[in-house]
């Protein structure tokens, strides 16, 4: 069983739709990473938390300690949001990424 | 402000050659890490660096992987001799410190034929 589990694995919507996508770890971590990476494309950090809530336009990024648990929500979706998100969590001095949510939101 | 660059961005070669990857991570970034993707998953942390000194390499093969980070700046990665598993993607990225946000480059795919 992987350290850091994502939840869907794979998630298709309509524009416009409320999206969440999940990330459970079952380590202690001092920090958790969102990352986007777009298909042929880089990685791209889109939040670093380590408790509560982050919000950058219409990406939400929340947090519970306690529960081990983590969730990205992606407001007022759209196409160019496609992509692959993955969730990373720092165990001390280690990284462990999950396997990544492809998402791919329709026209 | 530049991102880490890696080069080259794609490479092919043949079964039991060498190969090389090179990254310039941000400026000021004392922490430089090495990742393989396989398709379809998360990344894997082969290194990393701390300035010049490797402080994690446990993943690395080192039978045939090799990395060096000579003034703490610019890296490489090297695979002597390249098998057909290893064809996969290779990130660099870097960061201002160990738990940091990290900032990736675009990435090296390796096709071993």
């Known amino acids: 069983k992987n350290e850091v589990e994502q939840s869907p694995q794979n998630l298709t919507a309509q524009e416009g739709e409320f999206i969440t996508i999940n990330c459970s770890y079952s380590v202690g971590i001092s920090a958790l990473h969102w990352l986007q990476q777009h298909p042929g494309g880089g990685i791209v950090s889109l939040f670093m938390?380590?408790?509560g809530k982050k919000k950058h336009g219409r990406l939400i990024a929340t947090i519970n300690i306690q529960e081990k648990h983590s969730s990205l929500h992606i407001t007022a979706s759209h196409p160019r949001d496609s992509a692959v998100y993955i969730c990373?969590?720092?165990?001390?001095?280690?990284?462990?990424f999950g396997k990544g949510t492809r998402l791919h939101i329709l026209p | 402000e530049a991102g880490v660059v890696q080069s080259p961005r794609y490479k092919i070669i043949e079964k039991k050659q060498p190969v090389a990857f090179w990254c310039n991570p941000i400026?000021?970034?004392?922490?430089l890490y090495w990742y393989l993707q396989n398709l379809g998953q998360g990344p894997e942390l082969l290194i990393r660096?701390?300035?010049?000194?490797?402080?994690?390499d446990s993943q690395l093969p080192k039978d045939r992987f090799s990395a060096e980070r000579l003034k703490g700046v610019d890296s490489t990665l090297k695979i002597q001799p390249a098998e057909l598993g290893d064809s996969a993607v290779y990130l660099c990225?870097?960061?201002?410190?160990?738990?940091?946000?990290?900032?990736f480059g675009p990435g090296t795919r390796l096709l071993v034929l």
């Open positions: 660096y701390e300035n010049e000194e490797a402080v994690d």
């Open positions: 990225a870097s960061s201002a410190g160990t738990v940091e946000t990290q900032y």
């Open positions: 990373a969590a720092h165990q001390n001095d280690k990284i462990i």
């Open positions: 400026s000021g970034h004392n922490t």
């Open positions: 938390l380590s408790s």
